[in-house]
């Protein structure tokens, strides 16, 4: 008997953008990361936002291996994104738009529902958003936080299928 996984098809062009998507994250939360970057702090959420004493102090003690654990879930993530490693440039029009099965296994949901949501979290830090009123048709950055927002639904719904 096979290990339950979901097969997900993305669009060649989908999966090189979300395959940028995840290097971009990855070198945000990796070794050189700025613990005074915004969206890493959105990452790293206080329990004590009244208390700048002992939010510091639960930041300093805790940050390092939450990152560490978001840079590991990444990992996770774009080993399955493996087949979208090309050279961008050398995808033709028609290229782009065929389709590419992504298989993600049933030990690694958890690791890209995570990623996804973290990703989400730092376009929504970028883009200034705390609410869904936030959101300007015209700035086509809006539409990759509304596409991860999507492709998190369904891998929800498939992971719940499977549970099911």
Known sequence: MTAPEIVSTLALVEGLHLLQLVDDFRELVGSE??????????LTPSP?????????????GTR???LDRRLLDADTVRL????FDIDPDAVTEDAALAPVDVVISE??????????TAIRLVIAQRLDISSDDQHDDDDPRFGIYDWLGYRLEVLIQAADELDG
């Open 33 to 42: 990361r700025d613990a005074a970057d915004p969206a890493v702090q959105r």
């Open 48 to 60: 004590y936002p009244d208390d700048v004493d002992a939010s510091r102090a639960f930041a300093d």
């Open 64 to 66: 390092d291996d939450l």
């Open 80 to 83: 399955s994104l493996k087949d």
């Open 107 to 116: 030990s690694q949901i958890d690791a890209w529902l995570r990623t996804l």
